[in-house]
Every structure is written in structure tokens, then in C-alpha cells.
């Protein structure tokens, strides 16, 4: 085989296997819809496409994926412009800090992690002089490990409070990353948790914002989450297969 033909063959086999692995993600929502009465509908997969590099993004957008989650700000701004030929809708769903929320309000089209009145602030008004609104998730830290950002779950009631304020951002609903366990029981507990923080938000949050949606589940916990109320699923290794270095590289503090 000559070179040229190596590499083609090599984005004919990395096609395969992003649409192999997205099919088999796709049949396992339905699947744990099906088993507790749920409408496949009504959770949407969210590929997350970290550390994965733009040329193999192009690939995965002809196997369907539209949307990508990006949790590092510079990272997911390289790619969008590397890639802005394609109509990639971005999803941030880790920490910003406020210093770099002018980047966020330029490409992103949703935004999963807020976790602070003065990043929403920032972000709100860089929105308006981009003369843009995007979707965004109120993140809650419902493990309670410190290593995880978010708002404690008693904080979240008088947080959301203040949110109407800031025109530019429309609250959707809840992000969380469960706790990291093989104990399926306290991955789930941190599942309940937020659909309790949910139910008490439709009756107490301010009017104007929705927590309609549920932003939880990864590779390893996606059909238990499902099954207590996910409405979002963020995957990125069952579809793009494991990354380079451990969990605790992307997320620093972890054991
Ligand atoms: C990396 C990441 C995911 C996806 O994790 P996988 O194990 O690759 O499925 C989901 N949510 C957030 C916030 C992430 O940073």
C-alpha cells in the first residue's frame, strides 16, 4: 500500500468505527427507554470530543456527528475554527473561567457548567455585544467530592434566583457529573439527587427559566442515568474510544 492509500484507508476504517460506535451508543438509549417506558426522543446524545483532534471531528461529522462537548475553552475555540467549514453546534460543558467567557460568547452554542453569578454576569454581557443568547445549564456538584466543580445542591435554590437578570443566557436545566465509582447505587444516588433538585426547582424557580433538561451520564454510567431522568447524555469514549491519559488528567484532584 502505498501512503496516500494508507491514510484513506485509515479514514474509511475510522469512519467505520465512529458510525460502528454510535449506532451501538444509539441502541443502547433506546434500549434503556424501552425497559422503563421512556421515549427514546426525549434524551439527546451530546458526543464529547476532547483531546480528539479536529481532522478526526471531520470524520466524525460524516458519521453524523453535529453537536461536540469541549470542556477546555482554547481547545474547543482551535477546533471550531480548524472546522469551521462544517456546522459543528459547540457545547461547552467544563468550568470557565470568567476571563475567557469573550471566547465562549463568539462560537459556543450552549454552555453546561455555570457555576458562578459573576461568570454569568461576563458571559451575559459578552453575549450582548455579540448580539447572541445561547442555552445554559446550571451545574451541581452532586457527589460532593472536591474535586468536581458545580454548586452544592443546597446552594442551587438561591442561586438560580438572581439568573433573569442576564437576558442573553436561557436557562434549560441542570449539568452534573456523578460521582466516579464502580458502586452503582452512589452513581445513582447522585442521579436522584438531581432529579429531586429539579422537581423543587419547577416549583420554586423564578418564572422565564425552564429546568426542563438534565445534563448527566458518560460513557461508563449513561443508562443509569437515563433511567432516573437524563435528558442529555454527554459521550465521548464509548464513540471515540478511551483517551490517552486517565480521568484524572482531565479532571485534576481525582485519586
Ligand atoms: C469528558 C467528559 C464527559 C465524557 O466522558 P466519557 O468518559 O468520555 O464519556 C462528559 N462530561 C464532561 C463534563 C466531560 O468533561
Not at 18 to 24: D, G, M, Q, R, S
Not at 28 to 56: N, Q
Not at 80 to 92: R, V
Not at 172 to 181: C, E, Y
Amino acid at each position: 500500500m502505498n501512503q496516500e492509500t494508507a491514510v484513506e484507508f485509515n479514514v474509511e476504517q475510522q469512519l467505520t468505527d465512529i458510525k460502528n460506535n454510535l449506532a451501538t451508543v444509539k441502541q443502547r438509549i433506546i434500549d434503556t427507554c424501552k425497559k422503563i417506558g421512556r421515549d427514546p426522543a426525549s434524551v439527546r446524545l451530546l458526543p464529547v470530543t476532547k483531546t480528539v483532534p479536529a481532522e478526526r471531528l471531520r470524520i466524525a461529522f460524516a458519521a453524523g456527528c453535529h453537536e461536540m462537548g469541549e470542556n477546555k475553552i482554547q481547545e474547543a475555540r482551535e477546533k471550531s475554527e480548524a472546522l469551521a467549514d462544517l456546522d459543528i453546534k459547540w457545547s461547552i460543558i467544563g468550568h470557565l473561567q470568567t476571563n475567557k467567557a469573550k471566547y465562549l460568547a463568539r462560537f459556543a452554542n450552549e454552555f453546561q457548567a455555570l457555576d458562578s453569578l459573576k461568570v454569568a454576569a461576563e458571559l451575559d454581557k459578552r453575549l450582548q455585544n455579540e448580539g447572541r443568547a445561547i442555552d445554559v445549564y446550571v451545574q451541581v456538584n452532586s457527589s460532593g467530592e472536591e474535586s468536581k466543580f458545580g454548586l452544592p445542591p443546597e446552594a442551587v435554590r438561591d442561586f438560580v434566583q438572581h439568573l433573569p437578570q442576564f437576558s442573553s443566557l436561557r436557562i434549560k436545566g441542570l449539568m452534573t457529573l456523578a460521582i466516579f465509582s464502580s458502586d452503582h447505587d452512589r452513581v445513582r444516588e447522585c442521579f436522584v439527587k438531581m432529579r429531586d433538585i429539579q422537581a423543587m426547582l419547577r416549583q420554586e424557580a423564578p418564572a422565564g427559566l425552564s429546568f426542563d433538561e438534565l445534563s448527566m451520564g458518560m460513557s461508563g454510567d449513561y443508562e443509569l442515568a437515563i433511567e432516573e431522568g437524563a435528558t442529555v447524555v454527554r459521550v465521548g469514549q464509548a464513540i471515540f474510544g478511551k483517551r490517552p491519559l486517565p480521568d484524572s488528567h482531565y479532571w485534576p484532584g481525582l485519586g
